[in-house]
């Protein structure tokens, strides 16, 4: 069975800072891997994803995931943070194309302090 | 990628009612949608696969008759709580995917005084 771990519940960055988000996956076969960001209140918002070839993906907000494979992880960087970013987080791990369905890691709240 | 409308945002409802939330993708024909419930401070929990023109998928441990789904058309998945309860408060969210990727409605608060 597929599952994601996101270890970090709680993180707290100053504003300018760098932040990385961990996420680590178990998965049989050659995982699609995504994150997300929710607001409060709010849906899903998919920040980029990962399904085959170069294993540094770019997403919105200036964020980015390297895949490792060796590592069975997928962590979100973005080099300086807004306040505006402070948010929801979760990784999410997908199965075959055309099966859409998602399992998702439990999340991380990241706190953007001035 | 796909846009999806989910209706209402919020909604307050006595114990003992029905409440029926409604997840329209409004750009893409969905045979497939899935709703998620997700409690407070929680990640989401997949509850059932709505398949269009037929019976839904659940999840294991989800009460089939509690929570009925109907995906009449391309576009459109009706989740209804039937005879809801304090405990069925919570925020659902439903997808819709062309393809692996996922894009999410809004969500629905609930909440069962």
């Known amino acids: 069975a597929q599952s994601v771990t996101q270890p970090d519940i709680h993180i707290t960055v100053s504003e300018g800072a760098s932040l990385e988000l961990r996420c680590n996956y178990s998965?049989?076969?050659?995982?699609?891997l995504f994150w997300y960001v929710q607001s409060p209140g709010q849906g899903l918002q998919l920040l980029l994803k990962?399904?085959?070839?170069?294993?540094l993906v770019q997403g919105i907000k200036g964020f980015e995931a390297e895949f490792k494979r060796s590592q069975s992880s997928f962590n979100l960087r973005k080099p300086s943070v807004h306040w505006s970013d402070a948010a929801e987080y979760f990784c999410a791990v997908g199965g075959n194309f055309g099966n859409e369905k998602l399992t998702f890691g439990t999340g991380t709240r990241l706190t953007i302090i001035p | 990628g796909a846009v999806v409308s989910q209706h209402p945002s919020r909604v307050i409802c006595k114990s003992g009612t029905s409440v029926k939330i409604e997840c329209r993708s409004l750009d893409f024909q969905a045979t497939t949608m899935f709703w998620y419930r997700q409690f407070p401070k929680q990640s989401l929990m997949l509850m059932a696969t709505s398949n269009e023109g037929s019976k839904a998928t659940y999840e294991q441990g989800v009460e089939k008759d509690k929570f009925l789904i109907n995906h009449a058309s391309l576009t459109l998945s009706t989740l209804t709580v039937t005879s809801a309860h304090p405990e069925d408060s919570s925020f659902y969210i439903c997808s819709v995917g062309p393809g692996p990727e996922a894009f999410f409605g809004q969500g629905t608060r609930l909440t069962v005084v």
């Open positions: 990962y399904f085959s070839g170069d294993t």
């Open positions: 998965y049989g076969a050659t995982p699609y």
